[in-house]
């Protein structure tokens, strides 16, 4: 099975930046990485030293509900370059523990099939296999400390 993985859609984050006020009503404070390694949610890569790059509020869910959670996400401000979807992570956060939270049809978290994954196992592959089951029609990866989102999974 074919998957697509994906953070913010680019249209959205560009109509973000371009109003300077994020979607919990903060404004977009752009700032000089200079250390690297932020998890970055447009991408799905890891920042570099020197790049411009804003904290911002963001659900993941592009509907209204109980599970339409806003938190924080780390883009780039001068317009990320990759792709926007990908059929594998990048091995930087491939490798990474994560919470995989997966839902089914119903736009609910299916408790049963949440798992978390130890660092050093692919991701992609504990997705695939997750989104093999017929009653999940959607994973998000989520940061193992902060809970913080990290990408979404589809069926491509």
Do not use: K
Not at 11 to 26: F, K, M, R, S, Y
Not at 56 to 75: D, F, L
Request: hydrophobic share 35%; charged share 25%.
């Amino acid at each position: 099975m074919q998957v697509d993985f994906s953070g913010i859609d680019r249209n959205v984050l560009d109509h973000i930046l371009d109003a300077g006020i994020d979607p919990g009503g903060n404004p977009v404070e752009p700032f000089t990485d200079d250390d690297g390694d932020w998890p970055m949610r447009c991408c799905l890569t890891d920042s570099r030293p020197g790049e411009r790059i804003a904290i911002i509020a963001w659900s993941p869910m592009p509907w209204a509900g109980a599970y339409a959670e806003t938190g924080p996400i780390v883009v780039h401000v001068d317009h990320c370059t990759r792709p926007g979807t990908m059929h594998r992570l990048p091995v930087e956060l491939d490798i990474r523990a994560m919470v995989l939270r997966p839902y089914g049809h119903d736009r609910r978290i299916a408790y049963h099939r949440v798992r978390h994954v130890p660092g050093g196992r692919s991701l992609s592959d504990e997705v695939a296999e997750l989104l093999g089951h017929d009653d999940i029609a959607f994973v998000h990866g989520r940061n193992v400390t902060g809970g913080c989102y990290a990408f979404t999974a589809t069926r491509s």
